[in-house]
Every structure is written in structure tokens, then in C-alpha cells.
């Protein structure tokens, strides 16, 4: 009966404790024959992890990112705090780049890419235009 009650209260105070959350990005270079990609992040306020990825329009496979780190800065008393947020992508068992995106409130201002092997770095605006579909990712 103990072990019962035990595993009643565990089994209820779960749901309470694990909150994972995501949210999806949309990203283009723009131009003529524009790279696109969906950034979803997970987070888990209660734990404080965070997970993310990134898929391209033209790829079955996500890639994998993760967290490398999270900064805020209050530049107005009066919005909402800047966060700047850099993921590591990993490919295959390596490093391959790493993802920088720069946002306040709902604005997102700024994301680039770092390729690791060739050091270059590209650029890509956020699309608050393509919303993401009822089953999560972009609908280019």
C-alpha cells in the first residue's frame, strides 16, 4: 500500500515538474535561390535544459545543437531585455559551426551561422511572415 501511495504522488507531481516548451524560427537568406531553415528550441523552465535544432528546407535529417550559452542585457528599463543565444551544431560525432541569434521580446534582430571547416559566416533574417505548421516546422 505504501509503495502505491508512492507511486500515485510520484506519478502526479511529474507532469508538474517536466514543462518542456518549444518554439520554431524561421530563417532565409534571401536573394534568388535562398538557403532556408527552422529553429525549434526546447526548454524545460523547471529543470533549467535546453535543447534545440535546426532543419533545412531541403533536408530530411535535422542537425542537432547545443546550448553553448544564454546572455540578457536590460538596454531599456521600459522592454524587454536583449538575449543573445549561441548553440554548437553537431554533426555527425564532430562540431561542425555554431548559431548565434540576437532577440528581444518577439523582434528577432540578428542570426548568423559559422561554418567550422571554412570559418564563414552567413547570414539570415528571421521570417515572422512563414508560420510555423500545426505539426511543427516551416511552411515554405
Same mark, same amino acid.
Given at each position: ?42 526548454? %524545460?523552465? *523547471? ?9 533545412? $528546407?531541403? =533536408?530530411?535529417?535535422? &542537425? /542537432? ?10 538596454? %531599456?528599463? *521600459? ?9 554548437? $551544431?553537431? =554533426?555527425?560525432?564532430? &562540431? /561542425? ?44
Amino acid at each position: 500500500m505504501k509503495n502505491l501511495l508512492l507511486l500515485t504522488f510520484l506519478l502526479n507531481a511529474l507532469p508538474a515538474y517536466c514543462q518542456v516548451k518549444f518554439e520554431d524560427f524561421c530563417f532565409s537568406s534571401g536573394g534568388e535561390k535562398p538557403v532556408r531553415f527552422n529553429l525549434r528550441i526546447y526548454d %524545460d523552465i *523547471n529543470s533549467k535544459w535546453s535543447g534545440a535544432f535546426v532543419k533545412y $528546407e531541403k =533536408s530530411k535529417t535535422p &542537425i /542537432s545543437l547545443v546550448p553553448e550559452y544564454s546572455q540578457t542585457d536590460e538596454l %531599456d528599463k *521600459n522592454r524587454p531585455v536583449q538575449t543573445t543565444e549561441k548553440w554548437i $551544431e553537431i =554533426s555527425g560525432n564532430r &562540431i /561542425s559551426g555554431e548559431y548565434e541569434m540576437i532577440s528581444q521580446g518577439t523582434n528577432v534582430y540578428s542570426m548568423t551561422y559559422i561554418n567550422n571547416s571554412t570559418h564563414k559566416k552567413y547570414f539570415f533574417n528571421f521570417d515572422p511572415n512563414i508560420a510555423p505548421s500545426a505539426k511543427g516546422g516551416c511552411n515554405w
